[in-house]
């Protein structure tokens, strides 16, 4: 009597014993039982084995295996090629626009990629994911350009439409080669959108971009999009920004982009940024916990150029062979307005220059360890400098010294505030339209307003006992307010003067000669005290 045994309990090998049973027996062999000790197969549990497919090389395999699967996308496992090398030179393409794909690699693989047809070597379609599994070998990176490649991107998430991209990368590493061209990034994010990720990827010896999150959807946003636990590396070579955000169209705006942990390194010398946020539709991008390490003296941690909504939180700033950076956090505005940038926690551990640099308000900090830094919305007086810049120029710079004016202040009218013991406070009074200043906590006073006018030449008296009269236009002078009058030349032997605000606008200067006097003419220097 057959007894069934559920499929579940069968391993492959005593599935292989069965058979092999059952065909002897068929044949009339008695009951022997043979091992078989590998089975290979393309698919399995509806799996496509990439390395079971014909093809020119690894790539065009899997290529294969992906067009094996049903219409709605699955599967393809390519981790058979195991720890080999493999030369391609074919473009892989994961999944299509309505054929989701899960691709598994064996992170031991080695893909050497030999492409030269500019295009991008792999093509991480929306809705597919990439999945790196069990790399033990750090010094070897699973997708590497030979010298020969050429290139758009090693890896690029697609459609390169308008139409947003989900994406879902994990566990891969890419080398750069200098003899390569790669003519975007080695990997770029292209319009990513919906909870798109990247994963414990690493990114090294490249000479342009590592990583680019780019859009040029010109409406709509990006994110949240996850960047967790990267080690990008520039290694200091020519060229190389380890990280860019880039908003590259018109209207609308990429945000809930997340940075969470990692290491992004090396920069190239002539003061590249580790981490690069470009544009005014860059609004939402947060930094958590995150390490950045100079290989130049003049190497930026994040350049902030235009960009708005920026939270850096616990970013730790280190050097490498005594080459400390020039600036941790750096704001610049090329067009458009940087605003709503959030620093805090920062430490500056191998002495950067600076931990901030804020040229759009012309503020620097050198501490090494900085609680918080705020400048934007958030902060009036920081956003009112911003527009006012933008606008105008230049008003101030904050110096060791203090804060230096180089546009007029204007006081908005009120009530008084309250004195306080060793401040020196002011205020436009709205009762008296005057300006009072408190000194260490004394009462208001108001502070003294002058007029200056000067008088034309006009001829003195020479005749003892007479009097010449001259009338200037003052602007602001009013009967009854104080004046000052001091000619500009010898008025002579006994001559006395006197002035006096003789209607609206108008100051009288009066001299007379005391004793007789050669004359000759003088002009008047006239102050009007309100």
């Known amino acids: 009597m057959m007894r069934s045994i559920p499929v579940s309990l069968l391993s492959l090998r005593s599935l292989g014993r069965i058979m092999m049973v059952l065909a002897l027996s068929a044949l009339g062999f008695a009951q022997t039982a043979q091992t078989f000790e590998r089975l290979n197969f393309r698919t399995q549990n509806a799996i496509e084995f990439a390395d079971q497919y014909p093809g020119r090389d690894a790539f065009a395999k899997i290529n294969a295996a992906i067009a094996a699967l049903p219409a709605g996308g699955g599967t393809v496992d390519a981790r058979g090629f195991g720890a080999t090398s493999q030369a391609v030179t074919t473009p892989l393409i994961i999944g299509s626009a309505t054929k989701p794909v899960t691709l598994l690699i064996d992170g031991n693989t080695r893909f050497e990629i030999a492409i030269t047809s500019g295009a991008d070597a792999i093509q991480l379609w929306s809705k597919s994911s990439l999945i790196c599994l069990n790399q033990t070998n750090a010094t070897s990176a699973t997708f590497a350009l030979a010298a020969t490649a050429r290139v758009n991107t090693a890896l690029s998430s697609y459609p390169r439409s308008p139409a947003g991209n989900l994406t879902y990368q994990q566990g891969c590493s890419f080398e750069g080669n200098s003899g390569a061209h790669v003519s975007s990034a080695m990997v770029e994010l292209y319009n990513p959108t919906d909870i798109s990720a990247v994963r414990n990827e690493l990114i090294w010896n490249f000479f342009g971009v590592g990583l680019k999150v780019s859009s040029n959807q010109g409406s709509g946003g990006a994110g949240p999009v996850n960047l967790e636990n990267l080690s990008i590396n520039g290694r200091g070579n020519p060229g190389a920004i380890p990280v860019q955000v880039l908003w590259s169209k018109g209207a609308g705006a990429m945000g809930d982009i997340n940075f969470l942990g990692g290491s992004f390194t090396h920069p190239g010398p002539g003061g590249l940024p580790i981490i690069d946020l470009e544009g005014s539709g860059v609004e939402g991008v947060n930094l958590y916990g995150t390490q950045f390490e100079s290989a130049n003296r003049d190497d930026i941690g994040v350049l902030i150029n235009n960009a708005r909504g920026v939270l850096i939180s616990g970013p730790l700033f280190t050097a490498s062979a005594s080459q400390p950076g020039a600036d941790c956090v750096k704001i610049t505005q090329s067009s458009g307005i940087a605003l709503d940038v959030i620093v805090n926690n920062l430490i500056n551990l191998n002495a950067w220059a600076h931990s901030i640099n804020d040229t759009v308000n012309h503020i620097t900090d050198t501490r090494s360890r900085l609680v918080g830094y705020t400048m934007g919305s ?90 010449v009269q001259n009338t200037t236009a003052v602007s602001g002078a009013m009967p009854g307010m104080a004046v000052a009058a001091s000619p500009m030349a010898s008025p002579g032997t006994g001559a006395v003067w006197s002035g006096y605000v003789s209607a609206p606008g108008k100051v009288t200067i009066q001299e007379c000669a005391g004793a007789a006097s050669a004359g000759g003419s003088a002009a008047f220097s006239i102050r009007v005290f309100p």
């Not at 004016?405 to 009120?414: A, D, N, R, T, Y």
Request: net charge negative.
């Open 378 to 467: 958030n902060d009036p007086v920081v956003e009112s400098w911003v527009g006012a810049y933008k606008n105008a120029g230049k008003i101030a710079d904050m110096t060791t010294d203090g804060l230096v004016l180089s546009k007029p202040e204007s006081f908005v009218e009120g009530g008084a505030p309250v004195p306080q013991i060793s401040q020196d406070v002011c205020y436009g009074d709205a009762a008296s339209h005057t300006l009072r200043c408190s000194y260490n906590g004394g009462a208001f006073l108001p502070m003294a307003q002058v007029i200056a006018a000067k008088s034309a030449a006009f001829s003195l008296a020479t005749a003892a006992g007479s009097c």
